[in-house]
């Protein structure tokens, strides 16, 4: 069972930046693919990034330019670096791996 814990979620005003931390509980990341959800109370959960075994990325459009997702030196980290963030970007992000094991969820508020 993998255990997946986010943090780094708080309140910030537009056009700040942010950095979301998704820790595993064994040094997995490094194998299959890790991605960043995000979502709103009564909206479907939409991907947001994704960082693949071989290292290859892709994001939505709406994160293009702004948001970059990396692996930690330490395999079992990825981070979500979040810059010019927007009203929008508000939601609860959730760290995904393998499409299998979420974590909790950290909130995200953009102030305008």
């Known amino acids: 069972q993998v255990q997946l814990v986010e943090s780094g979620g708080g309140l910030v005003q537009t056009g700040g930046s942010l950095r979301l931390s998704c820790a595993a509980s064994?040094?997995?990341?490094?194998?299959?693919?890790v991605a960043w959800y995000r979502q709103n109370p009564g909206k479907q959960r939409e991907l947001v990034a994704i960082?693949?075994?071989?290292?290859?990325?892709n994001y939505a459009d709406s994160v293009k330019g702004r948001f970059t997702i990396s692996r930690g030196n330490a395999k079992n980290t990825v981070y979500l670096q979040m810059n010019s963030l927007k009203p929008e970007d508000t939601a609860v992000y959730y760290c995904?791996?393998?499409?299998?094991?979420w974590g909790q969820g950290t909130q995200v508020t953009v102030s305008s």
């Open positions: 995904n791996y393998n499409r299998v094991f």
């Open positions: 960082i693949r075994g071989g290292g290859d990325t």
């Open positions: 064994s040094s997995i990341f490094s194998y299959d693919a």
